[in-house]
């Protein structure tokens, strides 16, 4: 029952921080510092940590599935259009060719260093520092924001040029946890002109592809000879960021609507340096 209570609590970390730019991973790896699972295989938690993030993207599905959906099936959606072209959403499926862009960065570097990275950075000291720094970069980004006005703002104005630049801020959130992956994103296309909005949809639907091949690169890494106690925290976890993430992702896309990302970069910096004076004085 412990062990219950501690994937709950983790799936609702996830799902709180997986969308708000303060770093999932690096408060799954805090929190896990302080209340770790006790009886699961060695590398349960490296496993745990990236496949719950599943839950959290099947909210994205949900919420925004009208955008992403790339099938015209019903005669609504075809807008009287005839033939096999008429089944298929141009828009989104150029979207989808831009997001797959995006991913390529991150998911090369993943293939081939992920077990460097995991074995360097993956440490309360590298979180806190990484909270710190992008705290502060959010902070600066958004006073220079303030008098410029945003290039793209609409997902449509994106070009393949600026998909491929979002996904190379993306590899910093692959290397360093703590930097957040929606962090990344959103701060690399505010610096390239992208609106808050855009910038924060377009890092949802980015992360539906990048969660999926992370997850299943960790799974097979881990191999499948889960236990039963495994599986249960693994579904539970997940279950968890999914509904908390519902919530969390309706409330920033309000909040962005009216506020820019200051707050959390404060955040960021008192987080990290709670986190540095714990581990150091522990």
Same mark, same amino acid.
């Given at each position: 029952?412990?062990?219950?209570?501690?994937?709950?609590?983790?799936?609702? $970390?996830?799902?709180?921080?997986?969308?708000?730019?303060? #770093?999932?991973?690096?408060?799954?790896?805090?929190?896990?510092?302080?209340?770790?699972?006790?009886?699961?295989?060695?590398?349960?938690?490296?496993?745990?940590?990236?496949?719950?993030?599943?839950?959290?993207?099947?909210?994205?599905?949900?919420?925004?599935?009208?955008?992403?959906?790339? *099938?015209?099936?019903?005669?609504?959606?075809?807008?009287?259009?005839?033939?096999?072209?008429?089944?298929?959403?141009?828009?989104?499926?150029?979207?989808?060719?831009?997001?797959?862009?995006?991913?390529?960065?991150?998911?090369?570097?993943?293939?081939?260093?992920?077990?460097?990275?995991?074995?360097?950075?993956?440490?309360?000291?590298?979180?806190?520092?990484?909270?710190?720094?992008?705290?502060?970069?959010?902070?600066?980004?958004?006073?220079?924001?303030? #008098?410029?006005?945003?290039?793209?703002?609409?997902? #449509?104005?994106?070009?393949?040029?600026?998909?491929?630049?979002?996904? $190379?801020?993306?590899?910093?959130?692959?290397? *360093?946890?703590?930097? #957040?992956?929606?962090?990344?994103?959103?701060?690399?296309?505010?610096?390239?002109?992208?609106?808050?909005?855009?910038?924060?949809?377009?890092?949802?639907?980015?992360?539906?592809?990048?969660?999926?091949?992370?997850?299943?690169?960790?799974?097979?890494?881990?191999? *499948?000879?889960?236990?039963?106690?495994?599986?249960?925290?693994?579904?539970?976890?997940?279950?968890?960021?999914?509904?908390?993430?519902?919530?969390?992702?309706?409330?920033?896309?309000?909040?962005?609507?009216?506020?820019? *990302?200051?707050?959390?970069?404060?955040?960021?910096?008192?987080?990290?340096?709670?986190?540095?004076?714990?581990?150091?004085?522990?």
């Amino acid at each position: 029952m412990l062990e219950i209570i501690k994937a709950i609590i983790y799936g609702i $970390v996830e799902g709180v921080t997986e969308w708000l730019p303060i #770093s999932s991973t690096g408060h799954l790896i805090l929190v896990e510092q302080l209340i770790p699972f006790q009886g699961t295989s060695e590398g349960f938690f490296d496993m745990f940590d990236v496949v719950i993030q599943l839950g959290a993207i099947l909210a994205v599905v949900v919420l925004f599935w009208g955008q992403i959906w790339p *099938f015209a099936l019903t005669k609504k959606e075809r807008q009287g259009q005839t033939g096999i072209a008429a089944y298929f959403k141009k828009d989104i499926w150029v979207l989808w060719f831009k997001i797959l862009v995006s991913c390529v960065p991150a998911a090369v570097i993943g293939i081939l260093f992920d077990d460097v990275f995991n074995a360097l950075f993956y440490n309360p000291t590298c979180v806190a520092l990484a909270l710190i720094i992008f705290g502060v970069a959010f902070i600066v980004i958004e006073n220079w924001n303030k #008098s410029r006005n945003p290039k793209v703002t609409a997902l #449509s104005e994106i070009t393949y040029q600026t998909a491929l630049l979002i996904g $190379v801020f993306q590899v910093i959130a692959a290397v *360093f946890p703590g930097t #957040s992956r929606s962090g990344a994103t959103i701060v690399g296309a505010l610096l390239i002109g992208v609106s808050r909005t855009v910038a924060a949809e377009y890092t949802f639907f980015l992360a539906i592809p990048v969660m999926f091949g992370a997850s299943l690169l960790k799974v097979v890494k881990f191999g *499948f000879a889960f236990t039963s106690v495994e599986l249960v925290l693994l579904a539970i976890g997940t279950v968890v960021s999914f509904a908390v993430s519902l919530f969390v992702l309706r409330f920033l896309m309000g909040y962005i609507k009216k506020h820019d *990302f200051k707050v959390f970069g404060w955040y960021r910096i008192v987080l990290g340096a709670v986190v540095l004076l714990f581990f150091l004085v522990r």
